[in-house]
């Protein structure tokens, strides 16, 4: 169960303890993560699909609902198994098994999943302003990326002040939607009957597809399996097995609450739009004004405010997502403000394009439709899934067993099937519609179609034929490189920041320079993946392990040389963690690589030196290396 990766958002890593408690305190320190999880299942893209479900077909597609609450359930325990086994998100652990061509097409396909959940945030949460407060669509769109600066500063505050901001959220939902069922008065008996499965074509199995997508939301398996990893644990075995089973009550109690939410929204629109005749409301804005035409103020008032509350909660989550995925599969790590910035321009686009071009009403369509891609997408999260959690020399005695790998795999063939059945029938509704259409697909959508099955079937099959192939495809840091006799000039306390790349050598040749053998030298490394970024600094999961081995080979090797050197490990922003080791350290010289980065690489990647050198009261010697 040995990975060497970089750490999942590792600035709040380990930052809840759940050591030396007993009872309930042990199992309130890991309630959570589920929570974060469970936004994305009652997130406004789940309402489309609730209250077209619900409006056009009655109860009958609560089975379907309460289906997908069941995958759901054993999907997400596999990610948050996985996290806490290997110590590696989802995306990580893809990335230790693909290739870097694999990967990247992964992280494309994760990354439009991603967009496809913000998108229907950000038309939820317009659809909210503009219906409480008359905000025109198009200016609630817009105002939406000012969430940027809540999350942020969420964050910040610590990962239990977040956790605490979307219970809120889920609070107000649940209250909102538990007044909601006094005032519809739905048919108890028609809601049994909808639990009992029955056949589905056409246009319920446009909704049903869209229903699962909506509810088990690919990168919330990429989440989950980096949440679990807030919470430090005792690495042994029991200590494993003890941090698995909390895991799972939180994840049984959160996703249920999510599921009595999501069949809430349905049983709201069968009960008030399909008993009364309204067989085809689609629209969230018609919801709202059918509510308040049947049932008067409160109803849609309540509406409006758990519909801006979900949009508000599921948006934080998919910005935690959209970093893991960078950072998992192609180690791509930008500033967090501007990572979500162009995560959420992404999403506005489309919007915006829709509301100008094909008004207000296509709105509700393009939620829909925003669902359906996540759905098809979810299938390359979900295979790998299954994989890595059934790999018994990399997961040990906590591999899952033969039961529930044929319940895994039983639950991928379902997803998959059904999205290549809405792919054939809507492939065969374009072909009908038009000549033109024909060709059109013939030319662009058939290779699209075949590259992505294609893709599938290596995903689903590289495992089993190289499944002995247990050396990671890419070692995120490299190792460390080979230090030989160096000269030295006088100091006394040197820190030296380490990066792994070929500049260290140079970076310790000058600090020796100014300090000799008398002096000490403190060798700097800083964990800034997406987990040290948002989970905290006290870390013993794989990946930090790894870094820690690798920057001991440096240690070691300047002893050789009868140097006196150690080394310190830094969480989060590089910045502000050299900063603090040097004033904890009492270092009286830096010597800092630097990567010659253009003003356009500064933006995107941040200027750690000139931060460093603003944060400090000592010199700060800057070595250049060749820049690309």
């Not at 959940?117 to 000012?146: K, Q, R, Y």
């Not at 589905?200 to 509810?215: E, Q």
């Not at 006088?490 to 260290?504: C, G, L, M, P």
């Not at 970024?533 to 013993?540: I, K, S």
Request: aromatic share 10%.
């Amino acid at each position: 169960m040995s990975d060497n990766h970089n750490e999942s958002l590792a600035n709040v890593h380990s930052s809840v303890s759940t050591e030396n408690k007993t009872g309930w305190r042990k199992f309130l320190a890991f309630i959570g993560p589920a929570y974060l999880i469970s936004v994305g299942y009652m997130d406004p893209g789940n309402w489309a699909t609730d209250i077209a479900g619900g409006s056009a077909f009655g109860y009958r597609l609560i089975w379907i609902l309460f289906v997908s609450n069941l995958i759901a359930l054993l999907l997400q325990s596999l990610s948050a198994r996985l996290g806490i086994v290997r110590g590696m998100d989802l995306a990580q652990a893809s990335k230790h098994t693909y290739n870097r061509f694999i990967n990247f097409c992964l992280y494309i396909l994760a990354q439009i999943a991603i967009i496809a959940c913000d998108l229907a945030e950000i038309i939820g949460m317009a659809i909210g302003l503009n219906l409480l407060f008359h905000l025109p669509l198009i200016w609630g769109v817009s105002l939406t990326i000012t969430d940027t600066v809540l999350m942020l500063f969420l964050m910040n505050k610590g990962m239990r002040k977040l956790e605490g901001f979307i219970i809120s959220m889920i609070f107000i939902i649940g209250i909102s939607f538990l007044v909601e069922m006094f005032i519809v008065k739905p048919d108890v008996v028609a809601i049994a009957k909808g639990f009992m499965p029955n056949m589905l074509s056409g246009d319920a199995l446009y909704l049903a597809i869209g229903i699962i997508g909506a509810t088990v939301m690919p990168h919330n398996l990429y989440l989950h399996s980096s949440l679990v990893q807030t919470r430090k644990i005792t690495r042994t075995d029991e200590g494993i097995r003890s941090a698995i089973r909390f895991n799972v009550f939180d994840t049984v109690i959160a996703l249920n609450v999510a599921f009595v939410i999501n069949a809430a929204i349905l049983i709201l629109a069968a009960s008030a739009f399909f008993t009364n005749g309204f067989f085809k409301v689609a629209e969230i804005q018609d919801a709202y004004k059918l509510l308040e035409h049947i049932f008067g103020s409160l109803a849609p008032v309540l509406f409006a405010v758990a519909l801006i509350a979900s949009g508000q909660s599921s948006t934080i989550t998919g910005t935690l997502a959209g970093q893991i995925i960078m950072e998992g599969h192609i180690n791509l790590r930008i500033e967090p403000w501007l990572r979500r910035l162009l995560t959420r321009l992404m999403a506005i686009v489309p919007a915006v394009f829709t509301i100008l071009y094909y008004g207000e009403t296509g709105l509700g369509n393009l939620i829909i439709l925003s669902q359906v891609v996540l759905s098809l997408q979810l299938g390359f999260a979900v295979v790998p899934l299954i994989h890595f959690t059934s790999d018994k020399k990399k997961m040990g005695k906590f591999a899952i067993d033969l039961k529930t790998k044929i319940l895994a795999w039983a639950c991928a063939i379902i997803i998959i099937g059904l999205n290549a059945q809405l792919v054939v029938q809507q492939l065969g509704e374009w072909v009908h519609a038009s000549h033109s259409a024909a060709m059109w697909i013939h030319f662009l959508v058939e290779p699209v179609i075949f590259a992505v099955v294609a893709l599938m079937l290596y995903v689903l099959l590289r495992p089993l034929l190289f499944k002995h192939k247990d050396q990671p495809t890419y070692i995120p840091h490299g190792l460390a490189t080979v230090i030989d006799e160096l000269d030295a000039v006088k100091y006394h306390h040197i820190a030296v920041s380490i990066d792994f790349s070929q500049n260290d050598t140079e970076s310790i040749r000058h600090a020796i320079m100014q300090g000799g053998k008398h002096a000490v030298y403190t060798l700097i490394h800083v964990v800034e993946t997406a987990g040290a970024r948002y989970y905290g600094n006290e870390v013993l999961d794989q990946e930090t392990q790894s870094d820690v081995d690798n920057l001991q080979r440096y240690v070691d090797a300047m002893k050789k040389l009868h140097y006196n050197a150690n080394a310190q490990i830094g969480y989060g922003s590089p910045a502000t963690a050299i900063a603090d080791i040097v004033r904890k350290e009492g270092v009286d010289f830096i010597v800092m690589g630097s990567h010659g980065h253009k003003a356009i690489k500064d933006l995107l990647f941040g200027t750690t030196v000139n931060k460093v050198r603003h944060r400090v009261q000592v010199p700060v010697l800057i070595v250049k290396a060749g820049g690309k």
